[in-house]
């Protein structure tokens, strides 16, 4: 499930989107700011590559041409979504700023001074974290998020109609496991639901970083080379399908618990025992991959190993 956040430029700022996004299954917070052109052609590749199950923008009360024609695309794109207008002052961008600042994990994020700059995509960060805790209780805890801003010039823009025409992925029918009808249906042979995801994003939309496609090309070579290193890794990696689930339990806290019944008490010990149990088998699975990429030369490997 994911949250996105949504916030406009007015005026002579009219076309400067800033967007964000909040993966709430990984614990993970997408940011982005481009400009766009009156077709909104951007913001429509932008939102079928997210698939947000809710979407929060400003409640502005003058219905522009532009306005109506962003919700109709807003409806037309993500048909299962849930669309919240709040007030345009949560959109607060030094608030934003703040937030990001006590949230984001520095190991695991790309945030450069430079990021901070990005007015319209800090006051979406600023609306979406406090409506994840207003509306659905969710607190992250101090230094948890990965948090990865987009830069749009880096990226190849593939439109949505393309994406029909090549038969990239299914859009207007949920895919079947063990039934080939794209694509990704081809390719994918990822042992996790991250592997897929992430997988479908690079295909959707392929980097145009010559530095980001050649290590990409190198970690290929490797694993092609070394099948016997490969095989390992997705053995191992085959025991996290529930990695995801992992780290967002360790990235919220709950304020909630107070008052709650003796059947709740019990279920609760019961989760957390589990959860323990998980986060057992977790740790040992990322000693095992640390073990695997030390017996690998490639920087990509050495750089990353636990």
């Given amino acids: 499930m994911s949250i996105l956040a949504l916030f406009e430029g007015k005026g002579s700022d009219r076309g400067q ?6 993966d709430l299954k990984s614990s993970e917070l997408v940011l982005c700011q481009f400009v766009d052109t009156s077709s909104y052609s951007l913001l429509k590749i932008r939102l079928s590559l997210c698939e947000p199950l809710e979407i929060i923008l400003p409640d502005d009360k003058e219905k522009t041409s532009s306005k ?14 849930n669309i919240v207008p709040i ?37 979406a960060v600023a609306a979406l974290i406090k409506y994840a805790e207003n509306a659905h ?30 038969d990239l992925i299914q859009i207007d029918s949920k895919p079947k496991k063990g039934v080939i009808n794209s694509l990704l249906d081809v390719i994918n042979s990822c042992v996790t639901p ?35 290193m490969c095989s390992k890794i997705r053995a191992v990696l085959s025991t ?6 992992m780290i967002s339990m360790f990235s919220y806290t709950n304020l909630s618990n107070n008052n709650l019944g ?23 699975a990322v000693e095992k991959l640390g073990f695997i990429m030390s017996q690998s030369s490639l920087s990509f490997f050495v750089e990353n190993k636990m």
Wanted: aromatic letters at 8%.
């Fill in 17 to 22: 989107i800033g967007m964000a996004t909040f």
């Fill in 68 to 81: 109506v024609f962003i919700m109709d695309l807003l409806q037309d794109t993500c048909k299962r979504a």
């Fill in 194 to 228: 991250g592997g897929t995801k992430t997988l479908r994003s690079y295909l959707l939309q392929p980097s145009a970083n010559c530095q980001t496609i050649n290590k990409r090309l190198d970690i290929v070579e490797e694993l092609v080379l070394n099948q016997s």
């Fill in 262 to 284: 003796k059947e709740d008490s019990k279920r609760i010990i019961r989760n957390k025992i589990g959860q323990a149990v998980s986060l057992k088998n977790m740790l040992d």
């Fill in 137 to 166: 209780n969710i607190f992250c805890a101090q230094n948890s998020l990965k948090c990865t801003f987009v830069a749009m010039e880096d990226s190849c823009m593939i439109d949505v109609n393309s994406w029909k025409s090549l």
């Fill in 240 to 245: 996290l399908s529930d990695l995801q689930y």
């Fill in 87 to 123: 007030q345009r002052k949560c959109f607060n961008d030094a608030l934003g700023i703040e937030l990001l600042k006590k949230i984001f994990l520095e190991e695991c994020s790309n945030l450069d001074a430079s990021v901070y700059q990005r007015y319209f995509c800090m006051g």
